[in-house]
C-alpha cells in the first residue's frame, strides 16, 4: 500500500459517504484513520476503518480491521477490539496477520485466557520479524510457566535469551552412536546390529540404501569410538550454532551420505563402519565457510581456525596406516567444502550480512537463506550420490 497518502494528512473522502469505495478512497481512509489515532481522536479512527472494512482487497480490509480494533481497544471496548483483530485473522496471509494475532493474543491475556494467548502468540511468533521474536518468546515463557508448562516455559526463555534448544541435535547424535556403539561392541546382539548397520557394499548395490547411514552409528571400537565421538563433539556444536540444529542434521546426514557413496564406489567390498565421514564432512564445512562466508563468531574462532590443520593430519594418518577407509574421508570431506561454500551460515551473522544489515549483528537471529541456494546445495549433494551409487552398483553387477 506504498501509495497510501502520508498518515498526517486526514484530507480525503467523507467517511460518511455511502457507496462503493475506490482504492485511492480506502487508502485515504485508512491513512486518515491512522492520523486520527495517532492524535487520540479514536471515534473518528473508528470511524475512518469502519468504513474500509469490507473493501475487495483482503489485504485493505485487513488494516482496517487491525485499526478498528486499535480504537475500541482505546474507547476501552475489549470485547469489540478483540473481534475485529480475530476477524482480521480470518482474512489469511495479509500484511497486517502478524500485527493481528500479536494484538489478539495481548487481549486473551488481558482476559486471562491464558490457553488462548499462548495460542495466538505462538502463531504470531511463526509471523514475527526476527526483532521481535526474542520478546514474544519471552512472553511465552511466562504464560506457559503461569499455565503449568515448566518444561515449555524453559524452552522459550531459553529461546528469548537467544540459546539453543535444551538437548542439541550434536547431544542426540553423539549419545545414539554411542549406545549403538557400545551395544554393537560388548552385547550378545553385537554380530546382529554390525550385520545389519553397517556398510555392505554388496548389499548396498541390492538396495538396501539405508546402510549409507547407519553406518555412522557404528564403530569398530571404543578408540575409534572416541576419536569420532570427540572430533563430533568439537565441530558438531559449531555447525550447529551457524546453521541452527535443522540444517545441521541435513549437513551431517548429507556428508555421511557422501562419505559412504565415495567408499562404495572406491573402498572395495571389505565392510566399512564409523561416523569419520560425516565428521570430515563437518570439518570440511567449517574451513568453507569460515574462508568464503567470515562468519563473525568470537567463540569459535580458535578451533576453526585449527580445522585445516587437523584435516591434513587425519589424511596423511588415513593413506599410513593400514585399514582406515579413506575413501569415505575424503567423500565426506569434498560433500562439506561444497555446502560450506554454498551454503552461507543463516544463525550467525557474517561480513556480508553486516556490510548489508547492520542490526544483524545486533539481534543474531535467523537470517533467510534462498531456496533457490538450499536447492543447489543439498540438490547437487543428491545427484552425486545418485550417481555414485549407480556407478558403485553397475562395479558390482
Known amino acids: 500500500m506504498d501509495d497510501a497518502p502520508h498518515p498526517a494528512d486526514r484530507s480525503g473522502p467523507d467517511p460518511a459517504r455511502s457507496g462503493r469505495l475506490t482504492r485511492q478512497d480506502a487508502l485515504a481512509h485508512l491513512a486518515a484513520g491512522d492520523a486520527a489515532l495517532q492524535d487520540g481522536e479514536y471515534r473518528d479512527a473508528a470511524l475512518r476503518y469502519t468504513r474500509v472494512i469490507g ?67 505462538r502463531r504470531a511468533e511463526r509471523l514475527a520479524p526476527p526483532e521481535d521474536r526474542a520478546e514474544i518468546a519471552t512472553r511465552l515463557g511466562w504464560l506457559t510457566k503461569e499455565t503449568g508448562d515448566p518444561r515449555a516455559a524453559r524452552r522459550y526463555f531459553a529461546k528469548g535469551r537467544g540459546d539453543g534448544p535444551l538437548v542439541s541435535v550434536t547431544t542426540i547424535l553423539i549419545a545414539a552412536t554411542v549406545i549403538v556403539s557400545l551395544t554393537a561392541l560388548f552385547s550378545s546382539e553385537g554380530a546382529f546390529l554390525f550385520e545389519a548397520l553397517q556398510l555392505d557394499k554388496p548389499a548396498v548395490a541390492e538396495g538396501e540404501y539405508w546402510r549409507l547411514w547407519t553406518v555412522t552409528l557404528l564403530h569398530g571400537s571404543l578408540l575409534h569410538l572416541a576419536f569420532n565421538m570427540y572430533a563430533l563433539y568439537l565441530a558438531g556444536p559449531i555447525v550447529e ?41 563437518l570439518f570440511g564445512l567449517l574451513v568453507a565457510a569460515g574462508r568464503v562466508h567470515h562468519p563473525v563468531d568470537r567463540q569459535s574462532r580458535a578451533l576453526v581456525s585449527q580445522v585445516g590443520i587437523l584435516i591434513v593430519i587425519n589424511i596423511v594418518f588415513g593413506f599410513a596406516v593400514s585399514g582406515i577407509d579413506n575413501a569415505a574421508h575424503l567423500g565426506g570431506l569434498v560433500a562439506g567444502l561444497w555446502l560450506g561454500a554454498v551454503l552461507p551460515p543463516s544463525r550467525v551473522p557474517t561480513m556480508a550480512s553486516l556490510w548489508q544489515r547492520p542490526d544483524v549483528a545486533r539481534t543474531n537471529h535467523v537470517a533467510k537463506v534462498p531456496a533457490g541456494i538450499l536447492a543447489l546445495a543439498f540438490g547437487v549433494v543428491a545427484v552425486v550420490v545418485v550417481v555414485g551409487i549407480g556407478i558403485g552398483t553397475n562395479l558390482r553387477a
Open 55 to 121: 473493501f475487495d482487497d483482503p489485504a485493505v480490509t485487513a488494516a482496517a480491521l487491525v485499526g478498528q480494533g486499535e480504537a475500541r481497544y482505546r474507547l476501552d471496548d475489549d470485547e469489540g477490539a478483540l473481534a475485529s483483530w480475530e476477524a482480521a485473522t480470518r482474512l489469511g496471509e495479509t500484511p497486517s496477520l502478524y500485527a493481528a494475532w500479536r494484538n489478539v493474543a495481548a487481549a486473551r491475556v488481558r482476559a486471562r485466557d491464558l490457553s488462548g494467548a499462548i495460542d495466538a502468540y
Open 241 to 281: 550454532r551457524w546453521y541452527g540444529p535443522v540444517r545441521f542434521l541435513l549437513i551431517y546426514l548429507a556428508c555421511a551420505a557422501a562419505g559412504s557413496v565415495s567408499s562404495f564406489v572406491f573402498g572395495g567390498d571389505i565392510p566399512s563402519v564409523g561416523a569419520s565421514g560425516a565428521v570430515f564432512g
